[in-house]
């Protein structure tokens, strides 16, 4: 099964799924240099239901939120390397600078975030919710981050 879906080809994968009685769980995110924080909460994202969907920031979309010289990792790039992961069941694309549009076409039975978010800042908590859904903001790992990551590569080999 390809993981890599455009938004339109999941909701038709995930309809099925839904049918067949399996809980869809969603995530977001850049994903831009993978590292154990990141690995650590999608499979406890997973936990949370049946069929994982990660949908991954364009690049377009983390130079808006993350500056200029991000990401580090092209798109096509990222995605093959999440969805390369046990606990991604399907990974799509996103261009907007939130989610909220892919969340209110999916419709998915749990929303997941991570710890650094308040539940009440959550993009979608609301029309989740609304269709009967949930929210769980799954516990940060301390100093687990691309930019701590980036920070260490600098310190290491120098800055130019």
């Known amino acids: 099964m390809n993981k890599l879906?455009?938004?339109?080809?999941?909701?038709?994968?995930?309809?099925?799924?839904?049918?067949?009685?399996k809980k869809i769980v969603f995530t977001n995110g850049c994903f831009d240099i993978l590292h154990a924080g990141h690995t650590r909460y999608l499979r406890e994202a997973k936990r949370a239901g049946?069929?994982?969907i990660l949908a991954l920031n364009s690049d377009e979309s983390v130079r808006t939120l993350k500056g200029d010289k991000r990401p580090l990792?092209?798109?096509a790039e990222r995605a093959d390397v999440v969805a390369s992961l046990e606990s991604v069941d399907f990974v799509t694309i996103f261009h907007e600078l939130t989610?909220?549009?892919l969340i209110e076409f999916l419709k998915p039975d749990v929303l997941i975030k991570?710890?650094?978010w308040e539940e009440e800042n959550v993009v979608g908590r609301e029309s989740v919710k609304k269709?009967?859904?949930r929210v769980v903001i799954i516990p940060e790992i301390k100093g687990s981050s691309t930019t701590n990551v980036i920070e260490k590569i600098l310190n290491a080999y120098g800055r130019k």
């Open 73 to 75: 990792i092209p798109e």
């Open 50 to 52: 049946d069929i994982l």
């Open 131 to 133: 269709w009967g859904g």
């Open 5 to 21: 879906c455009t938004r339109e080809s999941l909701k038709d994968k995930i309809d099925l799924l839904r049918k067949e009685g």
């Open 114 to 116: 991570g710890g650094d």
């Open 99 to 101: 989610p909220l549009a």
